[in-house]
């Protein structure tokens, strides 16, 4: 009897300590979720006190040539910053994110060496200065800094790190190295000696462009574009295509840079903020806070109108667009005067007709950069085909006079023999 009622008491003391212990588990797991929300809410609510609207004059170029953009972060909300006790955490797992990038890592006294102190400054913008550098290999590289007080550049650091360290295509302009060192952060990109679009465009100091280099310029931007939507896995949206981030090297041939604001195109759920530059940003974006493959889409069409144009987005380019749309030939109204008479007007209205169409106030009824880099590549090979012909004509009638000059020169010298004889 004795031992039958020490087994009970055995019984309820186990029985009382699992069921201690499993309400003590429930007790610090509902605590860890609750602490764990907390900490997600404060991320979320940080990283939506700052909305990087650019603003980019007509004057404005990009990075990493010797013209240079006058970029603004506007803020808009003004949530208190709140602090995460992960912040160290974080740090160190951005630290392992640069260093799995793949990309060579420079000292800050490399750098120091290679721009001379930081004194070939080539411009200013939000993220941080940018810098003239020759390595020691005798290359030259654009070496772009983070600005100490930059918040909105670290992220911007980390994304161009993350993504330009596996993306790689003949139209987007090439990230070479990087630099953490001594507090610092700088980005090290090929060197882009002819500046951006924008300032072929809108500066007086560089010649016009002519019509086959828009052209040319078009489509590279288009094979980028289609590399980053397209080629690369998961697909990456740039969110921020505009002509002062595309850049020329020394053939003219066009790159697209600045994926500081880019986006793998994976859904987590995150609302990020309404991010881009005034002119270029998808209405549709604006309304509903979703930017997709379709919104870098219309920001090309813009860049097509720059090109035909030589107007700028903030000077009401959309107006006139609109104007010209309301007959078959209003296009040839806002034509650049450089191009007067310089270039085919259907060529003209073909490469309309696709801005228009990239522009479509439907997303789904916007094409895909594939089936636009067909369309201005069929622009681009019936205007060479047109050329050839000319050239075949005007060969045929130089063939047709040296025929005659010969013709002549043989009844000269039948008539010169029959005389003699």
């Given at each position: ?7 009970v008491?055995i019984?309820?003391c ?6 201690i212990f ?16 907390h ?6 609510d ?13 004057d404005t170029?990009s990075?990493l ?8 972060t ?5 949530y208190p910053a709140?602090?995460?006790p992960?912040s ?5 797992n951005?630290?392992q994110?640069?260093s ?6 420079y000292?800050?006294?490399?750098l120091?060496?290679?721009?001379k ?7 200013q ?8 550098a020759?390595m020691p ?20 650091f ?12 003949r ?12 507090g610092?952060?700088m980005l090290?990109y090929e ?6 679009l924008?300032?072929f ?5 560089k ?6 280099e828009r052209?040319?310029i ?5 094979h ?8 690369a896995?998961?697909p ?6 505009k ?37 270029y ?19 090309f ?10 107007i700028h987005p903030?000077?009401?380019l ?20 450089a191009?007067a ?5 259907e060529?003209?209205r073909?490469?309309?007709r696709i801005?228009h ?8 009824k ?12 069929k622009?681009?090979?019936r ?11 005007a ?6 006079v ?11 010298k039948t ?7």
């Amino acid at each position: 009897m004795a031992h039958k009622a020490d087994l009970v008491i055995i019984g309820v003391c186990v029985g009382v300590a699992v069921g201690i212990f499993l309400a003590l588990l429930a007790f610090f797991g509902v605590r860890w979720y609750k602490r764990r929300a907390h900490l997600r809410k404060c991320v979320n609510d940080h990283s939506a006190s700052t909305l990087p609207i650019r603003h980019n004059g007509v004057d404005t170029s990009s990075i990493l040539s010797e013209s240079f953009s006058n970029s603004v972060t506007v803020k808009v909300l003004t949530y208190p910053a709140k602090t995460s006790p992960l912040s160290k955490w974080n740090k160190h797992n951005k630290e392992q994110l640069v260093s799995a990038s793949g990309l060579p890592r420079y000292s800050y006294k490399d750098l120091q060496k290679a721009t001379k102190n930081f004194t070939t400054i080539l411009g200013q913008g939000s993220f941080g200065p940018v810098y003239k550098a020759t390595m020691p290999a005798g290359e030259v590289v654009a070496v772009k800094a983070l600005a100490s007080d930059s918040k909105q550049g670290e992220t911007e650091f980390q994304t161009e790190v993350s993504l330009l360290g596996r993306l790689h295509h003949r139209n987007l302009v090439n990230l070479v190295g990087y630099c953490v060192d001594k507090g610092q952060r700088m980005l090290i990109y090929e060197y882009m000696s002819n500046g951006s679009l924008a300032s072929f465009l809108y500066s007086e100091e560089k010649h016009a462009l002519n019509w086959q280099e828009r052209l040319q310029i078009a489509l590279d931007i288009s094979h980028g574009i289609e590399y980053l939507h397209d080629g690369a896995v998961p697909p990456v949206i740039h969110r921020d295509l505009k002509s002062a981030n595309i850049l020329l090297d020394y053939l003219m041939r066009a790159k697209v840079a600045d994926f500081g604001l880019s986006k793998e195109e994976v859904f987590d759920g995150r609302n990020s903020g309404l991010k881009g530059t005034y002119g270029y940003i998808d209405p549709v974006y604006i309304s509903t806070n979703k930017f997709t493959m379709k919104s870098d889409i219309y920001s090309f069409g813009i860049i097509l109108f720059e090109l035909i144009t030589a107007i700028h987005p903030q000077q009401n380019l959309i107006d006139y667009v609109n104007l010209a749309a309301m007959s078959s030939d209003g296009i040839d109204e806002i034509l650049d005067k450089a191009l007067a008479g310089e270039c085919d007007p259907e060529d003209v209205r073909s490469l309309a007709r696709i801005a228009h169409r990239c522009l479509h106030k439907t997303p789904r009824k916007r094409p895909s950069i594939g089936e636009v880099s067909q369309a201005i590549a069929k622009v681009k090979q019936r205007r060479l085909v047109r050329e050839d012909s000319t050239m075949s004509f005007a060969g045929e009638e130089f063939s047709g006079v040296v025929g005659c000059i010969e013709l002549q020169q043989n009844q000269l010298k039948t008539m010169t023999s029959i005389a003699e004889s």
